[in-house]
């Protein structure tokens, strides 16, 4: 049986392009999207549109990083990070806005921008189809599709006043051409302090290149300027299955020994959490 248009994706259609046509526009009809040529990209049965057709997605969250990531911020412990990136959006553009969210996961940051801006709508883009199930379901406004940031987005010229990007891959070519000359993107990213007592502990944890900050200077240079800059940073409690499930949403999962899990002096019950926020504006 077909599956019926999602109200959060029939809501963002008119900013979808066909992935191999690149300027056609996508229409509904039998449970998938398909362009004026013929090109059809399935609408799953969980609420995203799979436009990577014919391409297997080669990172991205699998089930059990999903899973703990789900659990975590369901605690509430990365809140004071969603409300920033909430802050800086609806501090530079209307109510009735275009966000998207290039790396969503699933969409707990883009739910917290909408739920700051009322009359937005959002859309989500990620390579992991587990992520990209919470997503889909993470706000009534919030349209999820799985896409590779790294490659052209499958989206109109000047659509999105915000582009979102936290803890996440960028592409700032494509970040530039998809936002509107008057819009935002809003940039977080870790400090070198974020997490440190968890990193202390586990040798495996991935670390933060100290020339991070740099790098994205040089990268987002020829196409934004940065408006404002905000550092977020506090101390977080944690239970033990806080810190398991802190290790396990991260890249860090894969490289960590499980024995050094099932020892209690290895994980923290308190981290630092600490992060930059940035809003950058259009060259």
């Not at 975590?72 to 909430?86: D, N, Q």
Request: glycine residues 6%.
């Amino acid at each position: 049986m077909p599956v019926s248009l999602p109200p959060a994706l029939d809501l963002s259609l008119d900013l979808l392009r066909c992935p191999a046509c690149r300027t056609l526009r996508l229409h509904p009809g039998h449970g998938a999207l398909r362009c004026p040529v013929g090109h059809t990209f399935d609408i799953a049965r969980h609420g995203y549109a799979g436009l990577l057709a014919g391409t297997r997605a080669t990172s991205g969250d699998d089930a059990a990083m999903v899973r703990a990531r789900d659990r975590f911020l369901s605690t509430g412990a990365y809140a004071p990070i969603r409300e920033v990136g909430a802050r800086l959006a609806a501090a530079a553009v209307p109510e009735q806005a275009t966000v998207v969210d290039a790396g969503c996961g699933t969409g707990y940051y883009l739910a917290g921008v909408l739920d700051q801006l009322p009359d937005a709508r959002g859309l989500g883009l990620d390579t992991s189809v587990r992520a990209l199930r919470s997503a889909a379901r993470a706000h009534d406004r919030a349209a999820a599709v799985a896409w590779d940031v790294f490659r052209p987005f499958p989206l109109a010229d000047g659509v999105a006043d915000v582009v979102l990007n936290v803890f996440a891959p960028r592409n700032p070519a494509e970040f530039h051409r998809v936002l509107r000359p008057t819009g935002r993107l809003i940039v977080v990213r870790p400090t070198g302090r974020h997490l440190a007592e968890l990193r202390g502990r586990l040798p495996a944890m991935v670390t933060i290149d100290p020339a991070k900050e740099q790098r994205l200077h040089r990268a987002l240079n020829p196409f934004f300027e940065d408006a404002v800059t905000e550092q977020v940073e506090y101390s977080a409690t944690l239970t033990r299955p806080d810190a398991l499930d802190l290790v396990a949403m991260t890249p860090s999962a894969r490289h960590v020994n499980r024995p050094d899990l099932n020892d209690d002096s290895l994980l923290p019950d308190q981290v630092t959490v600490s992060v930059l926020a940035t809003a950058y504006q259009p060259r």
